[in-house]
């Protein structure tokens, strides 16, 4: 699976912006789709993870509220619609596919290459 984030960029606090996460290669089918955030000089923590089927999301208690996972299944795309954002969301933001149930970096397979959202106070 190829994995390929898009939709960072610069915006005001309290604004929104949208990520999209477009997969190719290997069958999409039967993945757990997840988002991480990195930002400068600190580890790369977990987000939000969707289902293949999209029935069962999870959030970290920092984005819960604010930001929402979804997936389209017949485009190969994850988003993670992101509202009233802080100066703290700055990062590089990445997606990510996993074979069942992971927050953990490290247990999912595949990674995109990322996308810069910066926030301004």
């Known amino acids: 699976v190829q994995l390929q984030a898009f939709g960072g960029g610069l915006v005001q606090a309290g604004g929104s912006l949208r990520l999209s996460c477009a997969a190719s290669?290997?069958?999409?089918?039967?993945?757990?789709m997840g988002w991480f955030r990195q930002a400068p000089g600190k580890e790369r923590v977990f987000l939000a993870s969707?289902?293949?089927?999209?029935?069962?999301?999870y959030y970290a208690d920092s984005v819960k509220g604010r930001f929402t996972i979804s997936r389209d299944n017949a485009k190969n795309t994850v988003y993670l619609q992101m509202n009233s954002l802080k100066p703290e969301d700055t990062g590089v933001y990445y997606c990510?596919?996993?074979?069942?149930?992971?927050?953990?970096?490290?247990?999912?397979?595949?990674w995109g290459q990322g996308t810069q959202v910066t926030v301004s106070s």
């Open positions: 990510a596919a996993v074979r069942g149930w992971a927050v953990r970096a490290n247990d999912y397979d595949y």
């Open positions: 290669g290997r069958s999409f089918s039967g993945y757990r």
């Open positions: 969707i289902s293949w089927s999209g029935g069962s999301t």
